[in-house]
Nanobody, 120 residues
Framework: QVQLVESGGGLVQAGGSLRLSCATSGRTFSSFAMGWFRQAPGKEREFVAAISGGSISTYSDSNKGRFTISRDNAKNTVYLQMNSLKPEDTAVYYC??????????????WGQGTQVTVSS
């Protein structure tokens, strides 16, 4: 069983930055592809970014250039650095772990989410 715990969410003004963290436990972290997703009120969950065990990354078009995903396999942690935040980035952000090659990852494990609110 893999457990994921997100942290780092909060309230930030537009144009500001946040760094989300997702700490994992359980099976070998480096064997998993890790992803970040988000869900805004009244909207479906959407993909944000993903990173392979070998640190190859991919992003949604709306976030490319503003967000950076990274991982520290020694700390069993994946990060999402978010810069130039916009009010439309407001959502609950979820971390997920899965298997497969990017972008076709089957995410089997999910965290509980962390709220990000961007004020205008």
């Amino acid at each position: 069983q893999v457990q994921l715990v997100e942290s780092g969410g909060g309230l930030v003004q537009a144009g500001g930055s946040l760094r989300l963290s997702c700490a994992t436990s359980g099976r070998t972290f480096s064997s998993f592809a890790m992803g970040w997703f988000r869900q805004a009120p009244g909207k479906e969950r959407e993909f944000v970014a993903a990173i392979s065990g070998g640190s190859i990354s991919t992003y949604s078009d709306s976030n490319k250039g503003r967000f950076t995903i990274s991982r520290d396999n020694a700390k069993n942690t994946v990060y999402l650095q978010m810069n130039s935040l916009k009010p439309e980035d407001t959502a609950v952000y979820y971390c997920a772990a899965g298997v497969g090659l990017l972008p076709n990852v089957r995410y089997d494990y999910w965290g509980q989410g962390t709220q990000v609110t961007v004020s205008s």
